[in-house]
């Protein structure tokens, strides 16, 4: 392989290297330091005069007399069985002792898309044993639903529990994690590690760690890394995978740096206009395969900036994934655990998973009862503070009264309770049921007489 | 993919890769020709002409192709092929269907694999409809397929010279066979191209008179769109503009669908594959799929194909048209349209507009919502495409350049509101931001097809909920109980216009679909309520005993109910009564 010493300019991430052959667009790089150190980049841009590579790692060291060998192929992973409990770099490297990965397969880490016409429709119901998950937000299989949280809440944990408790009721097959951490401190990387070695998951899991002091350039590839592996152990090996993707936002932030390094035109708060087609191509790598066996179930957690779901980062995730959970700052300070909000968050493939021959009948409408009781009672926490609880209508205090305890029972539990999902509903119709019967107007009337409390035990007309 | 005359072809080298726009160099080309870039022949299409600069969009991915490989130019423009085949198929952005690609190159999309549009071995049954010695020309019909349980008719290109027909003939054909031959020698097949971004001509652009019938309360109710006219609807993530597109896409009374996922999610394409098929059309009974065409480029699949998808689709829409049917296009979303525009201005350098987006971008989309309308056909028919372009606006902000664009031009806006979806009230379509500028020209229809009623009615509602929009801000400082009682009143026949009649669950089998008479029913009911109400508010029975009758309680069970109308003569009865008992003991 030729090795070119013709860098001409080195800016932030980017290498510019005169005078090469032709060189192919997205090329993986070497670069070789004096002391025999090997760094790797990306080609960015070629022509016939100038070829622009990313360095995945820091520029400390690189200078003109580096030398730089273009590799004739785009960046490829080797991938296999033994990667099931093996701890890798940011970049794909082994730093648990161990051996290599013998390699299976080496893939492409760019990943091509699925075929919308070879998808299947996700439709197996997730029970997490989380009720504001599985009761409102329901999970299912094949799905991406990320965690959208800020700086001090209890996120980890959450996912933690999810990555625990995550079952297929009556499921067969085999489960695997993959497990990346992007930009996150050693302190929260090693809380996850120690869950996994705990809860023996470790042993079907492969952990990618970019640690906040690795490279931020590093975390480009990060995550492309873990969801080639999750392809190849859901597709090839048909494992069920659950991905767990930690913290986009630190993600981002190296999008971003890039994006500056190479001068583009900044969009929303500096981020590339091409945020949203990037994130895709790595969001969208979730999903089932007709007539393969496995599936890959994504759980991207970010930090919203200021708390801003707005922010382009929670925005065009949003605008991507399959809904989201949203953990609250205020229901984290009341001391509820989990403190997620079930108003602004959302499952959209939700009404797939439920129902008869998933869940329940009554899932959908007592998850819609909920929520509409749920927001009108904090509505009336807003004018309560103003016009004191004395001024409401009757209708009003029982539905302000429904909030709290729909807070304080539904949503508050324990960190390794897990709830079966008869269990969840059984609690949503308890709790509905403090509400006249005549408010419940988004559940048919058959369904209250089969569920309803007052009801349900009532002796039968024969 | 061609159409134009054939130019010399020339062939060129690559200079500069740099993503989905590369260089060539050495080569003549034209605005908008389609090119085959590298070995592996990718397909792109030249969008600037600098100098000795070619530039080129190539619409897959670019990995590994170098400078010095060759460029081929084909001298055609990038073009839809349109005949028998098109209903029921899923294509992406470049029109290559998607189960052909799976066949091709697995359940991943690789790259350098085309596929034409139609199937060229598959035989269709032709009926003439002409016969020799009659005068065609551009737009005629000349015969019939039966391609699902919709009749495919077949016509003379559209840009075609008037001529005779010497030869037609009648039994099983591919697209390609000959089907019609001219006294001049012409031969027509049954295929036509056209190139996407030209619109199709037309005699005549009408103004539209007839409301598209979608069986979504709100919006048939409310801020109705006419059959050839345009609607947006912008909403931030999650606040419901794919339900809404696709409930358009199932029950609206259109004879043609056309479904373009422009940047969205696989998951949504695979959800109306596996679904549409299930779903009967409500008026003709046949399973939906029969009637739709789905065009998905997803957003993970590449950009400059994504920006060709909606052009894609409409030029299939118009086709439809030019038959003589009534065709609604979904495109969702209109902002990944837009991006792409972006993402591939900005690799050109051109100077960006605001938030980055090319300064073209008004005028783009403009040109896009023009070609909806209801027309005179070349063959003198009525056809129409509506179109509802969704717009996802950052962070949910409407001040930003793609919703703006969108609300010059279209007459229809339903704004999406995430308050409302928060609190799970679908569709999440705001009463008091949203409308229609189509209701004087509707008014007539709904005057004779509903009732002399309906308009009054239609009034009514609006005045109520825009008078609750007011009161609620007192409510806010006061709490309700401080409200005069008949506001108070006011406040509980909003709420019941609200919740049973705005309200509408797309996932209940009945009420995902509300005819013209059912709405109508049940906004009467919600009337009579109210006038009840206040009759009896004026005779002296406080708000609490009106609030408290019971008759209303069972209103919001309607929706879920298919004959409904024993339940709510049921209903209307025992309000009568309740009210006169109260009436009399006040
Ligand atoms: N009419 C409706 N009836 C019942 N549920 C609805 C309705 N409209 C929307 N929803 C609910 O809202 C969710 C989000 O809707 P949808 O996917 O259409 O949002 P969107 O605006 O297209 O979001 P994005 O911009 O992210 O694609 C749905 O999954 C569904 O649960
Ligand atoms: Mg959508």
Redesign the interface.
């Known amino acids: 392989m030729k090795e070119y010493r013709t860098i001409n300019k080195i800016a932030g991430p980017l290498l510019f290297v005169e005078k090469t052959e032709?060189?192919?667009?997205?090329?993986l790089v070497n670069i070789v330091l004096y002391d025999g150190t090997i760094k790797r980049g990306q080609v960015?841009?070629?022509?016939?005069t100038l070829v622009v590579v990313q360095v995945f790692e820091t520029t400390a060291g690189i200078g003109k007399d580096s030398g730089v060998r273009f590799t004739g192929?785009?960046i490829k992973m080797p991938v296999g069985r033994d990667m099931l409990g093996r701890i890798l770099s940011g970049g794909g490297k082994p730093i648990d002792g161990g051996p290599e990965i013998v390699p299976e397969k080496r893939l492409?880490i760019?990943?091509?898309?699925?075929?919308?016409?070879?998808?299947?429709?996700?439709n197996e119901f997730i029970q997490t044993g989380i009720s504001t998950i599985d009761g409102t937000n329901t999970l299912v299989r094949?799905q991406k639903l990320p965690i959208f949280s800020a700086a001090g809440l209890p996120h980890n944990t959450i996912a933690l529990q999810i990555a625990r408790q995550a079952k297929v009721l009556g499921g067969k097959g085999e489960f695997a994690v993959v497990f990346a951490a992007m930009g996150i401190t050693k302190e929260e990387a090693n809380y996850f590690m120690q869950d996994f070695e705990r809860t023996g998951a470790l042993e079907r899991a492969v952990v990618f760690l970019n640690l906040a002091d690795d490279p931020a350039v590093e975390r480009i590839i990060t995550p492309r890394l873990a969801l080639t592996t999750a392809e190849y152990l859901a597709?090839d090996v048909g494992m069920h995978v659950l991905v767990i993707l930690t913290d986009m936002t630190n993600y981002c932030e190296a999008l971003r740096q890039i994006g500056a390094a190479r001068e583009?035109?900044?969009?929303?708060r500096g981020y590339p206009?091409?945020m949203?087609?990037d994130l895709?191509?790595i969001y969208?790598?979730a999903?089932i395969?007709?007539g393969?066996k496995g599936s890959i179930t994504q759980f991207p957690i970010l930090t919203m900036p200021g708390d801003d779901i707005?922010?382009?980062i929670p925005?065009?995730t949003?605008?991507?994934t399959?809904?989201?959970i949203v953990v609250s700052r205020e229901l984290h300070r009341k001391g509820i655990y989990p403190p997620i909000n079930v108003?602004?968050s959302?499952s959209?493939?939700m009404?797939?998973g439920i129902g008869a021959k998933h869940t329940r009948e009554d899932h959908?409408k007592v998850s819609?009862q909920l929520?509409?009781a749920y927001?009108?009672g904090n509505d009336l926490r807003?004018?309560v503070a103003?016009?004191g609880k004395d001024?409401?209508?009757e209708?009003?205090r029982m539905f302000l009264e429904f909030a709290d305890l729909f807070e304080n029972r539904f949503v508050r539990q324990g960190l390794d309770e897990d709830r079966t999902i008869q269990g969840t509903l059984d609690l949503g119709w308890e709790l509905l049921s403090t509400l006249p019967v005549?408010q419940l107007?988004?559940i048919?009337?058959d369904l209250i007489n089969k569920y309803h409390p007052k009801f349900r035990n009532a002796p039968k007309a024969t | 993919m061609e159409v134009k005359d054939k130019k010399s072809k020339e062939s060129g080298i690559l200079k500069r890769i740099a993503g989905p726009v590369v260089t060539a160099v050495n080569l003549d080309a034209h605005m908008y020709d389609v090119v085959k870039v590298g070995k592996e022949e990718l397909m792109g299409e030249v969008i600037k002409i600098s100098g000795e600069d070619i530039i080129i969009q190539v619409y897959e991915d670019t990995s590994g192709i170098r400078p010095g490989e060759p460029v081929i130019n084909t001298g055609l423009s990038l073009a839809a092929e349109l005949g028998p085949g098109l209903l029921t198929s899923i294509y992406d952005g470049i029109q290559r269907p998607l189960s052909v690609l799976v066949d091709k190159m697995g359940d991943f999309i690789q790259r350098g694999v085309s596929a034409p549009g139609l199937s060229h071995e598959k035989k269709w049954t032709f009926k003439p409809t002409v016969k020799a010695g009659d005068k065609v020309e551009g737009g005629t019909i000349i015969g019939e397929v039966q391609e699902t349980n919709i009749v495919h008719r077949i016509m003379v290109p559209p840009t075609a010279k008037p001529g005779v027909v010497k030869t037609i003939k009648s039994g099983d054909f591919t697209v390609d066979e000959t089907v019609c031959i001219l006294d001049d020698g012409r031969e027509f097949p049954m295929i036509q191209r056209w190139p996407v971004r030209v619109p199709r001509p037309v005699k005549e652009k009408k103004n539209p008179t007839i409301p598209l019938i979608t069986g979504q309360r709100i919006l048939d109710g409310l801020f109705p769109i006419a059959k050839g006219g345009t609607a947006a609807i912008p909403g931030p993530f999650g606040s419901g503009k794919t339900v809404t597109q696709q409930q358009l896409a199932k029950w609206s009374d259109a004879e043609i669908v056309v479904y373009i996922g422009c940047g969205e999610r696989g998951n949504e394409m695979t959800e109306v594959l596996t679904e549409f098929p299930h779903l009967e059309d409500p008026k003709s009974g046949k399973p939906l799929m029969e009637r739709t065409v789905l065009i998905a480029n997803t957003s993970n699949m590449p950009v400059a194909a994504r920006e060709a998808s909606v052009y894609t689709g409409i030029t299939i829409a118009e086709y439809f048209r030019d038959m003589g049917y009534d065709v609604s296009l979904m495109a969702d979303s209109t902002s990944r349209w837009a991006e792409a525009m972006r993402e591939i201005s900005s690799r050109l350098e051109e100077m960006p507009g605001e938030e980055g987006y090319p300064a073209y971008l008004a005028a783009r989309l403009s040109e896009f919502y023009e070609r909806a309308g209801l027309v005179k056909t070349l063959n003198d028919r009525s056809g129409s495409v509506s179109v509802i372009g969704a717009v996802s606006p950052p962070g949910g902000d409407f001040s930003e350049p793609v919703t703006q664009g969108t609300l010059r031009i279209v007459k229809v806006f339903w704004a999406l509101d995430a308050k409302l979806s928060q609190r799970r009230h679908f569709p999440a379509i705001n009463w008091l931001n949203s409308y229609s500028l189509y209701l004087d020209s509707l008014h007539d229809w709904y005057d004779k097809e509903v009732s002399p009623e309906w308009n009054k009615i239609r009034s009514w509602a609006m005045e109520v909920l825009q008078k609750e929009a007011e009161l609620q801000e007192i409510v806010q400082l006061v709490g309700s109980d401080a409200l005069p009682e008949a506001e108070q009143v006011t406040i509980e026949v909003a709420r019941m216009i609200r919740e049973i009649f705005l309200q509408q669950n797309a996932y209940d089998a009945v009420d995902t679909f509300c005819d013209m008479k059912k709405q109508y029913d049940m906004m009467k009911t919600i009337r009579l309520y109210s006038d009840l109400a206040y009759a009896a508010q004026a005779a002296g029975v406080s708000p609490g005993q009106i609030n408290a009758t019971k008759s209303k309680n069972d209103l919001p069970q309607i929706k879920f109910i298919k004959d409904y109308k024993p339940a709510l003569q049921k209903i209307e009865k025992e309000m009568d009564a309740e009210f006169t008992q109260l009436r009399s003991a006040a």
């Open positions: 032709p060189i192919g667009y997205g090329e960015l841009d070629t022509s016939d192929e785009t492409d760019t990943g091509a898309a699925i075929n919308p016409w070879a998808r299947a429709s996700p094949g597709f583009e035109v900044p969009g929303r206009g091409y949203y087609t895709a191509g969208e790598r999903g395969v007709k393969k707005t922010h382009p925005d065009l949003g605008y991507i399959e809904g989201q108003l602004p959302l959209r493939l009404n797939l959908k819609d929520y509409a927001a009108e807003g004018l103003i016009v001024a409401l209508s209708r009003d005549e107007v988004r048919d009337r």
